[in-house]
């Protein structure tokens, strides 16, 4: 199966499409701070699916898999943030939460699947 074909992938890159729109509208001084850091955790999620997936043992794409749902907790805690900062609307933030989760469960179902 190609990476591409891989559910967890086509959510993951719904939701790194999402933050892209999102941070559009942050304060320009963020730019450098929150806006980067979070484009860079969200678009880390679906780039380690397709890395992982891409390695010729299972042993590595469980490693890379682990890699993205680490970045995907990244992608979280800066949504969180910025809806603390004001950054985010709440119910932008519970749309784009709701994505999370769904990666986040496809994740660890994918993980589970592939260990011994």
């Known amino acids: 199966m190609q990476w591409s074909d891989l559910r967890v992938w086509k959510q993951a890159h719904a939701l790194v499409l999402e933050v892209y729109k999102i941070t ?3 304060p320009k001084s963020e730019i450098y701070g929150i806006t980067n850091q979070l484009r860079r955790a969200s678009s880390s999620v679906a780039a380690n699916i397709v890395e992982g997936q891409s390695r010729h043992s299972t042993k590595d794409y469980v490693h890379f898999l682990y890699t993205s749902r680490g970045s995907l907790e990244d992608t979280r805690y ?6 603390d900062l004001s950054y985010l609307p709440t119910e ?3 749309r784009i939460e709701a994505i999370a989760l769904s990666v986040s469960k496809m994740l660890n179902g994918l993980i589970s699947s592939l260990k011994p």
């Open 92 to 94: 932008s933030y519970k």
């Open 78 to 83: 800066f949504l969180l943030l910025s809806r």
């Open 24 to 26: 559009s509208f942050f």
